[in-house]
């Protein structure tokens, strides 16, 4: 509630304004509260009374006559002649009764014993003792009146009165019966009646009544003759006089004590109700939401004693909201927003602490439509949430009085409860978003997910647990999670419990060890629970998500497989053979039979893989692996390697020649055909042997029989060879050649010898075959066929032949320079079939010729006819392809390979080299073969080229045959390019 506006720059604290430091008010106000109620000991800080909340002077002597009479309940020093609550006089008056009713006892029954006595008898006795039980009776008739409902019905004064003035007859009676002379006796009587008139009448009603008295007493005197002297008629005046003044001053004094304690008693019981409404409204703000929580603090405010009141509360730094506004205009309303740097909350959010402002109508800039409404009096104290000065608590009141410390008390009072109201409920609201997000997590979980409390005990269940384990949620409330395990997996969960009460974080069980869950129809599957703690408003709890990991089991196991295992074949793979024989060699007993390794590769796979395709290389490797197992006996290991190689763990072999016999057999499963796709297929299998034991390592034992296998290939296939040391030689061998190969492409250490062959008709040179040349650092000169075969296996022949044939082109290049076409010479580079087996074989020799400068025509590529062997189409594709260049094509070693004369027809070749065993043999019936060869390749317009000229016979012969190419040691050896380049004739 904004009641009022601050200029920039005005003191909170002048004439109109009174700043309160935080809550002092609460303090100062408990503080008389516990002081007035006398339970010192809750007493907090000093003992001093604080200035805001003095209590009510006392008067100044603290003599206390009437200590007996009980403090009074309400203060009415105005009562009378009203119906109502008793005043502190009325409760005098009663009290006075029961005492005038004593004592008007006790004197007349004094007064019967005086009548009595002999000597003082009364003048008229009967009607003495008469008007004595007259008197009597009439106290007794007094003493039986209700007077407290007399008293509330304000006739107490009156009748009192009345008592009065029969008390005044009765004295003048009484002297007029027992004569003048005994008045003495009945002074003591209307003393008694002087002083009862003093205490507990009203102050003019006494005066009246006294005076009455004293009258009357007079009047009787005279009229009975008086019987006394002056002295003592003045003597006896002095005394009622004194009573009187006596009686005045005690009624003054008790009357003020009685109205100073009933005023204290009545503060402290309005203080203490009001902290009682406060405090006892407090204690339901525990069950309330924020918007309850605001509006239970307006109301309380309104309870304490204000017209109106409303809470600011803060939406930024700028502007503030009017929540709940009670007995404020319509211009300032629910929800509207206002800005913060005027009014009550600016001086708030200044000063951070409780604002009064005495005099609302004359602070300036006041809102127009609050200062029409007449409030004067506001108070606006700060509500904290956590820390921050979240809103502003604000009452109002019309009225021209004083804020009490204690009203403004009470509203910080109420401000602090509804800051921690307000906190409480926002931490609860987001406690209770987080339970609604925790659940819908839960319940949207795509596994299984239970609740459970620390001792295993399931709290809540989501919808998928119904799927994996056939539950209802409600079935497993209050259920262990063990239910949900399978015998067997229970201690694991009894250990994870143990583990969790000193270690609590999240864990996964199932996923090292196997975990089983059970369902509601009795059937166990693999599962893996997730389990972690988490921290809610009611304690720890742990999560557990439970899935059910059969599929995963399942594809973890063909993993397993796979990995093991060949994928087409079904058997063993080498990683799996590795462990075997690794434990065969292990357990292999000292002195007992070798553990034996068959290494077996099938001869010649790669033709039919690239003639017959890839699908029908993979079913005769199947084929051929099936046939294997089926000659293997039961206990040995059949196992594929990768490619055409396998693998067979043999244990049990007395000797090596039945280890020898055992592979014989492997290889005459391969003596029936192979039926393949509806054709039959004849391949044959070279086995290697190598023994093992104990003290043997499995990949060394592998590399043995390996090495075995490859000599048996060397040797001729289809055959089977043993290990020996000499075979590991040549192993070693050959993989420093390997890899000295490798290096001898980075270091320069391969260069080009260059060979003429020559026209025989009349010994000019018309070209030239490039021979590689390898100079080993250590080694030396190493021979073409102890690194060639090497070079291409390990498929080192690519970047090798890479080579030769740019240096050979750009050695070419020199010797053509100025040369006409009819002087040219060629230049023969080999191919080997590794590089004819990809295409960038015909982008090379593009490169090369462009870069060089070397006419295509000048180019010949010799290759073998194995070429052909493999993939028949391609290869043709890739010669026709270079041709088309213009590069000519020569095939090398012609007659030692499956080409027939018939195939020259067919080839697309412009070079047939007859090989140097056909030239060896000239003279016998090889020159036959020699003169069809030259016979064919005329009629298909082919260059013939004699390889391996060594005698001058050989050179005669061939001339008559028609063969005027020839190439040998005769005509000229191998030399370098400097030698070969003078050999060569002159540029026309």
Aim: glycine share 8%; hydrophobic share 45%; net charge negative.
């Amino acid at each position: 509630m904004d009641l009022g506006t601050l200029t920039p720059g005005a003191s909170p604290a002048g004439p109109s304004g009174r700043l309160r430091a935080p809550y002092p008010q609460l303090w100062a106000a408990t503080w008389e509260f516990l002081d007035a109620t006398d339970v010192r000991s809750m007493a907090m800080g000093s003992t001093e009374e604080p200035p805001l909340a003095r209590r009510p002077e006392a008067p100044p002597s603290r003599h206390r006559p009437f200590g007996r009479w009980r403090a009074m309940k309400h203060v009415d020093a105005t009562t009378a002649g009203r119906s109502g609550p008793l005043g502190v006089l009325d409760e005098i008056r009663l009290q006075s009764i029961g005492a005038g009713v004593v004592s008007s006892l006790v004197v007349i029954g004094v007064l019967f014993v005086y009548g009595l006595v002999p000597g003082h008898e009364p003048i008229d006795a009967p009607a003495y003792f008469a008007l004595l039980t007259v008197a009597t009776a009439s106290v007794g008739v007094i003493a039986l009146l209700p007077w407290r409902r007399v008293a509330e019905q304000g006739l107490a004064v009156p009748l009192l009165c009345t008592w009065s003035v029969a008390d005044a007859a009765l004295v003048c009676a009484g002297i007029a019966f027992s004569g003048a002379a005994h008045s003495d006796l009945y002074l003591v009587f209307l003393a008694l009646a002087v002083f009862q008139t003093g205490v507990a009448y009203p102050r003019t009603a006494r005066t009246v009544l006294n005076l009455m008295l004293v009258v009357a007493y007079l009047s009787t005197l005279a009229a009975t003759g008086w019987g006394i002297g002056t002295a003592t008629i003045l003597l006896r005046l002095g005394m009622i006089v004194a009573v009187a003044a006596m009686a005045d001053v005690l009624s003054g004094k008790l009357t003020g004590e009685l109205t100073f304690h009933a005023g204290a008693t009545e503060e402290s019981e309005h203080r203490a109700r009001l902290w009682n409404r406060v405090a006892g409204l407090g204690q339901a703000l525990s069950a309330l939401d924020e918007p309850s929580i605001v509006a239970w603090a307006v109301d309380a405010v309104s309870q304490v004693g204000f017209e109106a009141a409303n809470v600011c509360m803060f939406v930024d730094a700028d502007h503030y909201r009017v929540l709940h506004p009670v007995g404020l205009p319509a211009g300032y309303g629910e929800d509207s927003l206002q800005p913060s740097n005027r009014g009550m909350p600016a001086m708030v959010l200044r000063q951070r602490a409780t604002v009064v402002v005495d005099d609302y109508l004359s602070m300036p800039h006041v809102v127009p439509e609050l200062r029409a409404e007449g409030f004067r009096r506001v108070v606006a104290a700060p509500v904290w949430v956590d820390g921050e000065l979240t809103a502003v608590l604000v009452g109002g009141t019309r009225l021209e009085r004083a804020v009490t410390p204690e009203e403004v008390a009470a509203v910080e009072l109420i401000a602090a409860h509804a800051g921690t109201g307000i906190a409480n409920s926002r931490k609860l609201e987001h406690q209770r978003r987080d339970a609604a997000h925790f659940r819908s997590l839960v319940e949207s979980a795509p596994d299984a997910m239970v609740v459970l409390d620390v001792n295993g005990r399931i709290l809540e269940a989501n919808h998928q647990v119904r799927t994996v384990f056939g539950y209802e949620a409600g079935e497993l409330m209050g259920q262990p999670l063990e239910r949900m395990l399978a015998v067997q997996s229970r201690p694991a969960a009894d250990g994870y419990r143990l583990r969790f009460a000193s270690d609590p974080r999240p864990t996964v069980l199932g996923d090292a060890d196997e975990l089983c869950g059970l369902r509601k129809d009795g059937t166990e599957f693999p599962i893996e629970v997730v389990v972690g703690p988490i921290e809610t408003p009611e304690g720890l709890v742990v999560t557990a998500a439970i899935r059910d990991v059969t599929e995963r089991r399942e594809f973890e196991r063909r993993l397993a497989h796979q990995a093991s295992h060949d994928e087409l074949t079904g058997l063993p793979n080498r990683t799996l053979f590795v462990e075997r024989l690794a434990d065969a060699l292990l357990q292999a007993a000292p002195g007992g039979p070798p553990v034996a390794v068959c290494f077996l590769d099938v001869d010649h796979f790669k033709y039919v893989n690239d003639s017959r395709g890839h699908a029908v290389g993979d079913s005769l490797l199947a084929e051929v692996a099936r046939r294997i197992a089926e000659t293997a006996r039961s206990s040995d290991v059949v196992a594929r390697f990768g490619g055409d190689e396998f693998a067979v763990l043999v244990e049990g072999q007395a000797d090596r020649q039945g280890a020898t016999a055992y592979a014989w057999r492997l290889l005459a499963a391969f003596d029936r055909p192979f039926v393949l796709h509806g054709v039959e297929c004849f391949v044959s299998a070279s086995v290697g042997i190598a023994f093992g034991g104990r003290d043997d390592d499995a990949n060394d034992l592998l590399r043995d029989a390996d090495a075995a296998m490859y000599h048996a290939k060397q040797r001729g296939r289809a055959r089977v060879e043993l290990f020996d040391e000499a075979l590991t030689h040549r192993a070693v061998e050959r993989l420093e050649i390997e890899s000295s190969l490798h290096h001898a492409l980075l270091a320069n250490e391969l260069s080009l010898a260059y060979q003429p062959y020559v026209d025989l008709r009349d010994g000019s040179v018309v070209g030239v075959e490039a021979l590689l040349r390898w100079h080993h650092p250590q080694r030396g000169d190493v021979p073409p066929l102890s690194f060639m075969p090497i070079a291409e296996e390990s498929g080192l022949v690519v970047q090798i032949g890479r080579w030769v044939l740019g240096e050979a082109c750009r050695e070419a290049a020199k010797w053509l320079v100025g040369r006409t076409v009819p002087s040219r010479i060629g230049i023969s580079v080999n191919v080997s079939n590794r590089q004819l087996e990809h295409d960038h074989l015909i982008a090379e020799v593009a490169t090369v010729l462009e870069e060089t400068g070397v006419p295509p025509d000048c180019l010949v590529l010799e290759i073998t006819e194995s070429v052909f062997m493999s993939d028949p189409h391609a290869a043709v594709r890739r010669l026709n392809a270079l041709r088309g260049m213009g590069v000519r094509v020569a095939i090398d070693d012609f007659g030692t390979g499956f080409s027939s004369l018939n195939s020259l027809s067919r080839l697309p070749i412009d070079v047939v080299k007859i090989d140097k065993s056909f030239v060896d043999g000239i003279g016998t019936r090889y020159d036959a073969v020699i003169g069809a060869v030259v016979s064919v390749a005329e009629a298909f317009d082919l260059s013939v080229v004699a390889e391996g000229v060594e005698r001058p016979e050989q050179v005669e012969r061939l001339k008559a045959l028609g063969c005027h190419l020839a190439q040998g040691f005769l005509l000229g050896r191998p030399v370098g390019a400097s030698e070969i380049e003078g050999m060569l004739p002159r540029a026309s």
